[in-house]
């Protein structure tokens, strides 16, 4: 059985399409390329290791470098009122005005200098630069070995292959 007010705002939105079809996806690609465009040059500008990129109103967030826990970066969004799942596509729509786009920009600008500040981006952190290092335990296996984690979540030391550029594992802890 088919619903009438399903019906009628089916029926509404496809007449809205037909009268304003081509200009409301040209005007939706703009806002989102705009809003991209803005992102990416101020991560370029802090130096932050994340690009936006899109596909017409589809948007997603990448991390150009290996960064731990960078899932922090959708925690501290959702903190500040932007909800955005961890490796998921992002979609601006129609119904975004131009202060809500804002809204997300400043919770991205904010949420990146929080991370920057507490030293997840721009800079490496080794066990020489940390307490950790009057324990010899602590110390790295080699010279220049940073920690890290495998992908089941286990610490480890890692050296970084100079041919590959790819980090390997030398030392579970």
Not at 16 to 33: A, R, S
Not at 52 to 62: A, E, I, P, Q, R
């Amino acid at each position: 059985m088919r619903h009438p007010l399903a019906m009628a705002a089916a029926k509404a939105i496809l007449s809205y399409f037909q009268q304003n079809g081509e200009e409301l996806h040209t005007q939706l690609n703009q806002k989102t390329h705009q809003m991209v465009a803005t992102l990416n040059n101020y991560f370029d500008s802090i130096q932050a290791p994340l690009k936006m990129v899109n596909f017409g109103s589809l948007m997603m967030l990448k991390f150009t470098q290996d960064i731990s826990y960078s899932e922090l970066m959708f925690y501290l969004l959702r903190e500040r009122g932007i909800y955005i799942q961890e490796n998921r596509p992002i979609f601006l729509t129609l119904a975004h005005s131009d202060g809500e786009i804002q809204a997300v920009i400043d919770a991205f600008c904010e949420s990146v200098n929080s991370l920057q500040k507490a030293g997840f981006f721009g800079q490496i952190v080794t066990a020489t630069d940390t307490h950790l290092s009057e324990h010899p335990e602590n110390q790295p296996p080699l010279p220049g070995a940073k920690l890290g984690r495998d992908p089941q979540g286990n610490p480890g030391w890692y050296f970084q292959d100079r041919q590959t550029g790819v980090y390997q594992l030398i030392k579970s802890l």
